[in-house]
Every structure is written in structure tokens, then in C-alpha cells.
């Protein structure tokens, strides 16, 4: 008798004050494959250009393959159907988050900070010179 793998299934919310205050998301996780794939696809969305589409593109039909369910309606208070169609009906935003909060409940870390995003201030250690310095030269 062998071990039997399940695959868990997410359950994304959003806290108070956030953008998607309310919003309930149920998704599948990924094998590793799966997200490695997505992890590219993310990379390509971030390189800009033509790679950008492509993986934007490949982000959101891996999102609409594992994606259970949601309660997500559009202005008219009609449901949002849970379906690749469904998710290119939102705003980009609006999918980023969602893959965002996905990605860090497979990961169990956070998604990677946005390009924009300040680093601080550097680091006291980072501007010691490490090289020794060459011996003075006797007069």
C-alpha cells in the first residue's frame, strides 16, 4: 500500500483595507513543474516587450486551469465566471494580485517586490572598502 499524494486546494483572502477586501479565491496548487513554468512566465512578464505578453498570457491560463472557484461579480452584482474568459474580463491588476497571493500560498513566501519598489538604505558594511590598502611608500 503506497502513500497517496493530495493536492491542496487554496483558499485566498485578502486582509482589511486591501484593494480586494472581500474577495475569496479557491485554487489548486501546482506540482513542481507547474510552477516552474509559472515562475518563468513570470520572469518573461517582467522582461518587457513581446516576452511580456507571452507570459502574462501563460500566468493567467495556468491560473484559469487550477482556479475552483471565486465569488468575484462584476458591477452588476452578476457573478464573474471562474473561467479564462472570466479572468481576461479583469483588469490586470486585478490578475496580478490573485497570481501574487497564489503564488505565495504554493511558495509559503512572498511573491518577488515589484521592479518600483525602494530597497532602503545600503548597507554601512556595503560601502567599507574591502581591498587592502596598498603600504605607503617611506620618504
Known amino acids: 500500500m503506497g502513500f497517496k499524494v493530495k493536492r491542496k486546494t487554496y483558499k485566498l483572502v485578502w486582509q482589511e483595507g486591501h484593494d480586494l477586501e472581500g474577495l475569496e479565491v479557491m485554487v489548486r496548487s501546482l506540482d513542481t513543474g507547474q510552477f516552474l513554468k ?3 512566465a513570470r520572469a518573461d512578464r517582467d522582461a518587457g516587450g513581446e516576452q511580456e505578453e507571452n ?3 501563460r500566468m493567467l491560463d495556468m491560473l484559469a486551469a487550477n482556479l475552483v472557484s471565486w465569488n468575484a461579480e462584476d458591477e452588476d452584482g452578476q ?3 471562474a473561467t479564462i474568459d472570466g479572468i481576461l474580463a479583469q483588469d490586470v491588476a486585478f490578475n496580478v494580485a490573485v497570481i501574487d497571493a497564489w503564488t505565495e500560498a504554493i511558495n509559503g513566501v ?3 517586490l515589484s521592479q518600483t519598489s525602494s530597497d532602503g538604505q545600503p548597507s554601512l558594511e556595503a560601502s567599507i572598502p574591502m581591498e587592502t590598502p596598498s603600504e605607503s611608500l617611506a620618504s
Open 79 to 81: 457573478p464573474i465566471p
Open 38 to 40: 509559472l515562475t518563468g
Open 110 to 112: 512572498p511573491a518577488p
Open 55 to 57: 507570459g502574462t498570457r
